[in-house]
């Protein structure tokens, strides 16, 4: 698998507090070299040895040292960076972690969060030889084993203490190796796995005559994202989308579209065999009443008027047919956004109704950005402040996952 292909996979490092933590910083570095997203958490140990601002710059991401960082319930970070890893990579890992790890305990950021992850987990043990020969130690790391957590190393070299023997932890290029072999073959969590997944996304184009329409500000960016997140979730993936410059996320089938009844058209044909449905494409609410197969001359006029006409709700359809899939909507709104995308989930008959205001160019449609909130049918509300799209995408699932497997139980 090339670099291309692990482009936006997630790890989080966690980094605990043993001299070569130094290293940590050279792994982060080549795995962003591979263009994986990496988030550092550390120990309190390990922020003696290296600080949070160095992996801060490295990664470009936050830090985590805290368990108690998050204010507001819906934060609990150590459960949110569980949803989001893909791998959970330790290095490099104490015998003092690598003891919580194989007793479960958690009484920090670190250790708390690899207890709520299900992605596969990696260590690089890194001690001194008398340390990682010692019985203890040896029980922990056959216990992380059977846990199915794998080990890189250690290698048997020169230590810290200027004693040559087992425990030097691996290489920066070697525990990589092992970060990237476990991306490509094991992503855990698949609570899509084989479900039938359709995805609307980007804009749709109104043709006034054949080099002139409407369209809207658009990119696709959130449904695409969405697509891909599903994919990685183990779904079989249609994305109806709108014209989009985005290329469409690996293992996706593309059904690209211009007009919202194009749109219709192929979400109505793939509904039937799908078991969810998000919604997110910017759909044109009206149409020119007679566009043109000729191009429209200016002539001698002034201004020009162009009646249009409503397109059909393709959402509110879907939601009226029976069966339906698990039924997801967006709604843009200037204001009032929680009111407006309350009544529009109850209007359209949808499970799910993800809301966000139309603000600046970075924010919402057309942006990198998203700023959501996401309602669901039995009252429950989830708040996603200013994130990037990958990962409000992310969100966005964990939300579905957790309400759908409320409604089945
Ligand atoms: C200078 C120094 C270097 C250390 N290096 C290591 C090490 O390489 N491996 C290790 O297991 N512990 C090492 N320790 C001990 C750990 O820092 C200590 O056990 C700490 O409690 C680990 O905390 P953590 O597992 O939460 O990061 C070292 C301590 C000091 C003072």
């Known amino acids: 698998m090339s670099s291309a292909s692990l482009e936006g996979k997630r790890v989080v490092l966690v980094v605990t507090g043993g001299i070569a933590a130094y290293k940590a910083c050279e792994v982060v570095r080549r795995l962003r070299d591979h263009r994986v997203i990496v988030r550092v958490a550390m120990t309190a140990a390990a922020t003696r040895f290296v600080t949070p601002l160095t992996f801060a710059a490295l990664s470009g991401q936050s830090v985590m040292t805290s368990l108690f960082a998050g204010e507001r319930p819906e934060d609990i970070p150590h459960v949110r960076w569980a949803e989001w890893a893909e791998l959970v990579c330790v290095a490099p890992a104490t015998a003092d972690f690598i003891a919580k790890m194989a007793h479960g305990v958690a009484d920090d950021f670190p250790s708390t969060l690899y207890l709520a992850n299900a992605a596969p987990t990696l260590v690089a043990p890194a001690m001194e030889d008398d340390m990682y020969r010692h019985a203890a130690v040896q029980r922990n790391l056959a216990t992380l084993e059977q846990d199915d957590v794998a080990t890189v190393g250690p290698a048997t070299g020169s230590l810290a203490s200027g004693r040559t023997g087992p425990g030097r932890m691996s290489e920066p290029d070697e525990i990589v190796a092992a970060a990237l072999r476990t991306l490509r073959h094991g992503v855990i969590n698949k609570d899509l796995d084989g479900q039938r997944v359709l995805i609307t996304a980007g804009p749709t184009y109104e043709a006034l005559d054949p080099v002139r329409g409407f369209t809207n500000r658009s990119s696709g960016r959130m449904g695409f994202e969405l697509a891909r997140e599903a994919v990685l979730r183990g779904g079989r993936v249609t994305l109806v989308a ?52 000729e191009k429209l001359k200016k002539g001698d006029r002034s201004c020009l008027d162009v009646a249009m006409v409503r397109t059909t709700d393709i959402l509110a359809t879907l939601g009226k047919s029976d069966p339906r899939p698990f039924l997801v909507g967006f709604a843009a709104e200037s204001s009032d956004v929680r009111e407006r995308t309350a009544e529009k989930m109850a209007g359209k008959n949808c499970d799910m109704m993800v809301g966000n205001r139309v603000q600046g160019a970075e924010v919402g449609m057309g942006g990198f950005d998203n700023e959501v909130v996401i309602l669901d049918r039995q009252g429950g509300e989830e708040r996603i402040e200013r994130l990037p799209k990958p990962e409000v995408a992310t969100r966005i699932w964990g939300a579905i996952g957790r309400y759908r497997e409320r409604m089945n139980s």
């Open 242 to 293: 709108g014209p989009s410059r985005l290329a469409a996320p690996a293992g996706v089938e593309l059904r690209s579209v211009q007009s919202a009844a194009d749109m219709q058209r192929e979400v109505l044909s793939a509904a039937n065999e799908s078991d969810v449905a998000i919604l997110c494409a910017a759909v044109c609410d009206f149409t020119p009443l007679d566009p043109v197969d």
